[in-house]
């Protein structure tokens, strides 16, 4: 008997329970993009002046081009080209200089993405201006991938048309690219913008990882609003990434119902 007492005081003193650890919880990550500086448009200063980290799309050959990116650069968020190209619909004019259109030869194209790059200071990705008519064009596509590659530059497809050919072309040339998965201003009002910003929060509870387009000059002001509202939101729910920081799989990001998409942005 005093055996087995013994026996006994020993395994509860000396003997503990292995547990199994419980499985760290995956951290949701959000990338939130802002489109069009570079011409000095309303809301920039504010939209640069989050206290998270942003990627920020500047347009080349504009006004502000550098001065944008020197400032976002200096507030720690991501530059990213943001490449003007021909749409399906709208006028030529809206694109602005150095726009990529369906009548340039590969050459000509290769030499206009050539001189993007090297007009915007701290570029590290591109997306595209507008769009529809260009990303749903392989041949064109094609040489700006190329040019994206030899530059070390992921691209961002914005998704301003579900005919969108980049990723399928990305994915043959090994050049990283992101889908956007949610537009925050593709209708100019603040109810508009803070409905995106509410769905937004939904899709975060059931995907790891997201990507949202919002703009500077006519939204710019009621964007930089709402996203300062939201911030605390979105903090709760995941960490605010770069584009860069969703690179390193070479994964393009799917699986999300795109909301809202515009025919061009």
Known sequence: MRILICSFL?????????????????????????DDLGNNMKGTKEILSLPVKLTVAIMPFMPSTKEDA??????????????PMEPKKGKKSWLGPGAITSDLSDQEIRERVESAIKDVPHAVGMNNHMGSKITEDERIMKIILEVCREN?????????????????????????????????????????????????????????????????????????????????????????????????????IDGIESSNMVEDD
Do not use: C, R
């Open 10 to 34: 020993f395994l509860f003193l000396f003997v503990q329970p292995v547990f199994a650890e419980p499985t760290p919880q995956l951290k949701k990550e959000l990338a939130i993009v802002i």
């Open 70 to 83: 020197e400032l976002a650069n200096e507030n720690g968020h991501e530059v990213i080209i943001h490449l």
């Open 152 to 252: 070390a530059l992921y691209f961002l497809d914005s998704q301003t048309t579900e005919n969108s050919v980049v990723s399928e072309v990305g994915a043959q040339m090994n050049v990283p690219v992101l889908e956007n998965n949610l537009f925050f201003d593709a209708i100019y009002t603040a109810q508009h913008i803070k409905k995106q910003a509410d769905l937004l929060s939904k899709q975060l509870i059931d995907h790891e990882k997201i990507i949202a387009i919002g703009h500077v000059g006519v939204p710019g002001p009621m964007t930089f609003s709402v996203l300062k509202e939201y911030i605390p939101v979105y903090q709760n729910q995941a960490e605010f990434v770069s584009l860069t920081d969703l690179i390193p799989e070479f994964n393009i």
